[in-house]
């Protein structure tokens, strides 16, 4: 169980301002709201349910945060490298690669 309160309260507020802003990247976002739900005293496993996440990465985002800080966490330095996404991406973008509309069936969720 992680110790609830973690959060110093400057850090609290940024990641408030970072789950209340429009443009914010979907990812950050949900990585803010997962900590700050822990800080508030949820568990881990109840994170990962009301956020469809598997419980482990609640907590790797938690161990990144005490190691490195929020800024480390907000970076979204993810690449996708799954190849039915290759192929979805291909599909979707034009000849020079520059994306066109997405037409029915291009997506990669279905």
Request: overall charge neutral; charged content about 25%.
């Amino acid at each position: 169980m992680i110790r609830p309160n973690f959060l110093t309260t400057a850090d609290r507020l940024e990641l408030l301002s970072c789950v209340k802003r429009q443009r914010e990247d979907h990812g950050v976002a949900r990585r803010a709201n997962a900590l700050l739900l822990l800080n508030d005293g949820m568990s881990c496993a109840q994170i990962a349910k009301v956020l469809f996440l598997d419980d482990d990465t609640v907590r790797s985002w938690h161990k990144q945060y005490l190691a490195e800080d929020w800024e480390a966490v907000a970076y979204d330095g993810w690449k996708i490298q799954h190849p039915l996404f290759s192929f979805w991406l291909h599909q979707a973008s034009g000849p020079s690669g520059v994306r066109v509309s997405q037409t029915k069936g291009a997506s990669p969720c279905g």
